[in-house]
C-alpha cells in the first residue's frame, strides 16, 4: 500500500528544519507540506529540500487536511503536524497498524504509560473531558481525541462525513470513524 504524510505547517521554520529531516524516506511514498500561508520561509525551506508543497486555498486546519486528502495518492494518509511535539520515528508504527487491518490509528499521549510532556494542567483536564463525552456520546473507547498525529485508510476516510474546517477537525475525525463502526486502534506515543 502507498502512504501518504499530510504535514500541516504555518511558520514552522524553526521546527521543520529539525523534524523533516528524520522522516525517513522509506516510511512513506510522498510527503506533502500542507502549508497555511507561512511568511517565514517555511515554503521556502521546503521547496528547497524537495518537499511538495500545497498552499492551501481555504483557511484552517480542517480545510488543509481535506485539500491534502484530496490531492494525496496514498492507500493511507498519516497526518503529522512536523512542530516538534510528534516524533517522526512513531510514523512505521502507525502505518503498520493500519496494514494489519485497521482503518484508524491514533498516536495517544494517554495510553498504556505514554506521556505528553507538553500538557500543562488545564490542556490535561480539558484532553481528558472532551475525550470522556466523545466515548460517551458514540460509544468508543479513546484515551486521546485532541491529538494530530494519525493515520487512516483514504478509503474509510472517504466513507466519512468531514466538514470541520479548523483544529475542531482533530474531534471531529474520532467521532467520525467511531459512528460508522470502523476499526480503530491506539497506540503509545510520547508527546
Not at 504535514?7 to 522522516?23: F, Q, S
Not at 507540506?33 to 481555504?58: L, M, P, W
Not at 493515520?151 to 475542531?168: C, Q, V
Not at 474531534?171 to 470513524?177: G, K, N
Amino acid at each position: 500500500m502507498k502512504v501518504s504524510l499530510l504535514a500541516p505547517t504555518l511558520n514552522e521554520i524553526e521546527a521543520v528544519k529539525v523534524v523533516l529531516p528524520n522522516i525517513r524516506r522509506e516510511w512513506v511514498d510522498e510527503i506533502i507540506i500542507i502549508d497555511g500561508g507561512s511568511t517565514d520561509g517555511t515554503v521556502e525551506y521546503c521547496r528547497q529540500n524537495k518537499y511538495t508543497v500545497h498552499a492551501q486555498k481555504g483557511r484552517g486546519y480542517g480545510q488543509g487536511m481535506k485539500e491534502g486528502s484530496d490531492i494525496a495518492s496514498g492507500d493511507i494518509i498519516v497526518e503529522f503536524p512536523p512542530d516538534g511535539n510528534s516524533p517522526p520515528e512513531k510514523i512505521p508504527d502507525l502505518v503498520n497498524k493500519i496494514a494489519e487491518g485497521y482503518d484508524f490509528v491514533v498516536a495517544s499521549r494517554y495510553k498504556d504509560g505514554a506521556k505528553s510532556y507538553d500538557d500543562d494542567f488545564l490542556t490535561a483536564i480539558g484532553n481528558r473531558i472532551f475525550t470522556f463525552l466523545v466515548n460517551l456520546f458514540f460509544r468508543s473507547d479513546y484515551s486521546d481525541v485532541l491529538i494530530g498525529f494519525r493515520a487512516y485508510r483514504k478509503n474509510s476516510f472517504d466513507k466519512l462525513n468531514m466538514n470541520t474546517l479548523g483544529l475542531e477537525w482533530s474531534i471531529q475525525m474520532p467521532i467520525q470513524f467511531a459512528k460508522k463502526g470502523l476499526k480503530i486502534i491506539e497506540i503509545p506515543v510520547d508527546e
